[in-house]
């Protein structure tokens, strides 16, 4: 079943000229109602006038996370804060997180993108769901929910942890399909396992997954342990959240809602388009968006785009799984991790410059898994091993209470990092992504 | 009569006791006893020298994190009960021992324990009112 037949299979010029239209719109609307836009725009001499068609998008500056960061935490809205609905909060790099404000009219979209998300997977009115992202500041669980009452599935709002829990509501309850992280899904199959659950009693037909990126190996894999289909959903909450993109039954590539969020891929170092099936970083520009509309973001993520119909019938653009990150960022659990967030920790306890590097890996279990190797220093070496261990649970702690999620740290011996033109290479995913 | 101990940060690699015993026998300094303490990934490799101060120079330079810490060497009769009889010493007097490790070497008819003490000077003072003998660093050297 497809969602809203119409737009998704809209032919190209019509879809051309809802985008020019609406991106007219949205540059008046920001111009007028967002401190930020109207600085900018005037410091670079650009006009709303100067939009006439979506091909005009090129002219406007891009908008970067630290933008964001240093709007915190309402100056970028585009709506006065009473206008604003909601509010969700995603980890930033360093000091400030990342706020996201939605009106009623952004809430009603992204019930609506999710609900075509959750059409594009599979799901048809009357379909039970057990959502089990996390329901809060993150965007995950509500999200997932607003789409799916829009839909009119029957939603059981698990949010994410209690496995056992889990378990028993889709055994008693008999859900059709699941939404949370791929390594939930992975590590509820293991708990199942453990504890004797009789997967002949699972319902789940269709899984989708997202907040992390996910490999073919694991998609395998989550297919094998529950009897599913599963597929992959992207988003951020700059954006808007999930429902950015979600793959069709079809599994080839993410559909893009292209009449609401404009999607460019550009060359990461010339910043212009590149060609379709090549990769480059994802810019969207949330073309309808009310309460935090933004211009031409820089996802920092890697993908390739491919504008062909898909034999679903969508002639919405889809973009490939995350290839990369044009920045350090990695994603351990669903949760955003700067090496600089790490880096602070340990400045503050060592004072001087550490040298350090983290290692992700996935567990035998689907978890993640992450590691900090730092370099010993002279200053807090110990003859004693517990000292030594005392010192790795400071770091461990300080870094937990800044990431929410727990790190193993490991002293190494000085000059073990290796190192590029100085400096330690800070990342290793050792995750087949 | 406090020596000096030069202990040495490893990582629980393959090779890395070589690596650094190695570079004490380049430096031309000997060791006259040692122990390990571990976890499972690193190591803290303790040193009685010939040479403390060249063996943490040596170390050092090689990049090894080392530092030096003060310890007592004390005689001890090799005879069953022999370390027993110091241990109820240090207990009765509500001494701290951090760890301890012995000498392979002898004087005489007696065997040397290196303690590491949270307090070595109230421990040197205990145990010479309670006459066990404690080496100095030229006795060390001596062997």
Known sequence: MIFNEKIECINKEELRQIQSKRLKELAQRVCDNSLFYKKRFSDLGITPKDIKSIDDITKLPFTEKDNLRDNYPFNIFSQPLEDIREIHVSSGTTGNPVVAGYSQEDLDLWADVIARSLCCAGAVPGDMIQVAYGYGLFTGGLGLHYGS?????????????????????????????????????????????????????????????????????????????????????????????????????????????ADVFYPEVIDLKTSKPVLPGESGELVLTPITKMGMPLIRYRTRDIVSIDYSRCECGRTSPRISKILGRTDDMIIVRGINVFPSQIEEVLLAIEGTQPHYQLIVEREKNGLDKLEVLVELKDSFFSDEVKSLQHFENRISKEIESVLSIGVKIRLVEPKTIERSEGKSKRVIDKRNL | M??????????????????????????????????????????????????????VAALKKAGFVASITDIVAVEVDDRPGGLAKVLKILDENNINLEYMYAFVEKTASNAIVVFRFDDADKAINVLTENNIRILGKKDIQAF
């Open chain 2, 2 to 55: 406090k020596i000096i101990q030069v202990s040495v940060f490893l990582e629980n690699k393959k090779g890395r006791i070589h690596d650094a015993v190695h570079v004490l026998g380049a430096a031309n300094v000997n060791i006259k006893a040692l122990t390990i303490a571990e976890n499972e990934e690193f190591g803290v490799l303790r040193m009685v020298l010939d040479n403390p101060k060249d063996g």
């Open chain 1, 149 to 257: 009452l829009k839909l009119g599935l029957t939603v059981i709002p698990c949010s994410s942890g209690q496995t056992k829990r889990q378990l028993k509501i889709l055994k008693d309850f008999k859900p059709r399909i699941l939404a949370c992280t791929p390594s939930y899904a992975l590590y509820m199959a293991e708990i199942a396992k453990e504890s004797g659950f009789d997967f002949n009693d699972s319902s789940w037909e269709i899984g989708i997954f997202g907040a992390e990126p996910w490999s073919e190996a694991i998609r395998k894999e989550i297919e094998k342990a529950w009897g599913i289909s599963a597929l992959d959903i992207y988003g951020l909450s700059e954006i808007i959240g999930p429902g950015v993109a979600c793959e069709c039954h079809l599994k080839k590539g993410l559909h893009i809602p």
